[in-house]
Nanobody, 111 residues
Framework: QVQLVESGGGLVQPGGSLRLSCAASRSIFSRYATGWYREAPGKQRELVASISSDGSTMYEDSVKGRFAISRVNAENTVYLQMNNLRPEDTAVYYC?????WGQGTQVTVSS
């Protein structure tokens, strides 16, 4: 069993930045790919960024060039740096690794 805890969400103005963190209860990120997902009201949960066990990354088209996923194995933590945020980025953001999900952190982009 693995517990994932997200943090770093909040309210930010358009154009602002946030860094989300996903901390695992044990060392696992180097063994499996990790994904950041988001779920906006009335929409399906979608994958926005992922990092594989070997460190390769992928991004959903709308966040390319604005979001960056990274991993610090020694901290058992995966990050999502989000820059130039837009109102349409408003959602609950979740991290997932293998079968486990975090509880989510709310990101609201509004003036």
């Amino acid at each position: 069993q693995v517990q994932l805890v997200e943090s770093g969400g909040g309210l930010v103005q358009p154009g602002g930045s946030l860094r989300l963190s996903c901390a695992a209860s044990r060392s696992i990120f180097s063994r499996y790919a990790t994904g950041w997902y988001r779920e906006a009201p009335g929409k399906q949960r979608e994958l926005v960024a992922s990092i594989s066990s070997d460190g390769s990354t992928m991004y959903e088209d709308s966040v390319k060039g604005r979001f960056a996923i990274s991993r610090v194995n020694a901290e058992n933590t995966v990050y999502l740096q989000m820059n130039n945020l837009r109102p349409e980025d408003t959602a609950v953001y979740y991290c997932r690794i293998f079968l486990w999900w975090g509880q989510g952190t709310q990101v609201t982009v509004s003036s």
